[in-house]
């Protein structure tokens, strides 16, 4: 039962730098979310999808773009890394907007 | 616009004390709130949700209340356990799709 997956778990960028951040869920869920942790801050939202075919622009989305391939699967791309997107970014799914969250368990990303 | 805030940042205290951990939001128009766990360097844990018409929830030593009206929402932990350590957070969700997080209470339980 694996739930929420994020792929890579750690990854170093330098300055300038485009990579994508992967997440897959197997619980058939209709709604997923993009966030970001920062210390002493609470989790921030970048994007999410309410559904598949669909995404929207959350508090922080600036520099970030999402995919949502499928119905498992919501990407996170950002284009050109800068510094201040060092961060620990968590994927999370939900069946509906009004159901609980399940997370992912995170990648750790420091852009140098 | 919706603030959740969790006071203490930080909380030590001795294993088998009861504990409560406090959640503040400033809208009281909420459609449910989560309580979570999170271990250093990890993901995070569901523990309890509780709809807005609900008062509390139970989960073994883990109870959580919820009072709209004066914006607060507590998780008691009874008889806490060195295996408790972690920050909790509370998420408030006031209708659709951005439930605002607190930064969280980092409680460390000594044996």
């Known amino acids: 039962n694996a739930g929420v997956t994020q792929t890579p778990k750690f990854q170093v960028l330098k300055t300038g730098q485009s990579m994508t951040l992967q997440c897959a869920q197997d619980?058939?869920?209709?709604?997923m979310y993009w966030y970001r942790q920062d210390p002493g801050m609470g989790l921030r939202l970048i994007y999410y999808?309410?559904?598949?075919?669909?995404?929207d622009k959350g508090e922080v989305p600036n520099g970030y773009n999402v995919s949502r391939l499928n119905k498992r699967e919501f990407s996170l791309r950002l284009e050109s890394a800068a510094p201040s997107q060092t961060s620990v970014y968590f994927c999370?799914?939900?069946?509906?907007?009004?159901?609980?969250?399940?997370f992912g368990s995170g990648t750790r990303l420091t852009v140098v | 616009k919706q603030e959740v805030t969790q006071i203490p940042a930080a909380l030590s205290v001795p294993e088998g004390e009861n504990l409560v951990l406090n959640c503040s939001f400033t809208d009281s128009a909420i459609y449910n709130l989560q309580w979570f766990r999170q271990d250093p360097g990890k993901g995070l844990t569901s523990l309890l949700l509780i709809q807005s018409s609900q008062r509390e929830q139970t989960s073994g030593r883990l109870n959580a209340s919820l009072d709209k009206s004066s914006g607060r929402s507590t998780l008691y932990i009874a008889a806490s356990q060195p295996g408790d350590s972690a920050t909790y957070l509370c998420a408030v969700n006031g209708g659709g799709f951005k439930t605002i997080f607190g930064a969280g209470t980092r409680l460390f339980v000594k044996a």
């Open positions: 619980m058939n869920h209709n709604s």
């Open positions: 999808s309410a559904s598949e075919g669909t995404t």
């Open positions: 999370a799914s939900s069946e509906e907007w009004a159901d609980g969250y399940t």
